[in-house]
């Protein structure tokens, strides 16, 4: 048996307590704070996090409550700020950091949670 309790944010809860399906959080003022997906007690798949305005500020890939796939972090024009890849909790791959405009300003390589390369 499933239950949820939107008030919390959970939509669904296993019997036991443990929070399971889809995941909602709301600020203050009533505009959606976190949209994302528990599975068995632990975020899984794409998290996505809004401003007290409705703006997008950041989305984040977990697997197993980790880090796991693309992590962004945006501007409030919109454009990405920061895009990071992760394996397990672990930086692993590149790391880019943009300008308000779009130019990218910084970026590394990680492998097993180090930087092997930066420019």
């Not at 959970?10 to 949209?35: E, M, W």
Request: aromatic fraction near 12%; charge should be neutral.
């Amino acid at each position: 048996m499933q239950k949820g309790n939107v008030k919390d944010g959970l939509y669904c809860r296993q019997s036991s307590g443990i929070p399971h399906g889809p995941y909602a959080a709301f600020h203050a003022n009533g505009v959606k704070a976190t949209d994302g997906q528990y599975a068995n007690g632990v975020r899984v798949g794409l998290w996505t996090y809004f401003n007290e305005k409705g703006e997008k500020v950041g989305e984040t890939q977990f697997s197993g409550d980790n880090y796991h796939g693309k992590r962004v972090e945006y501007f409030a024009n919109g454009k990405p700020r920061l895009v990071e890849e992760y394996v397990n909790g672990r930086h692993e791959g590149s790391v880019q950091e943009y300008s308000q405009d779009g130019k990218l300003v910084r970026q590394a390589m990680y492998h097993d949670d180090r930087v092997v390369d930066a420019k």
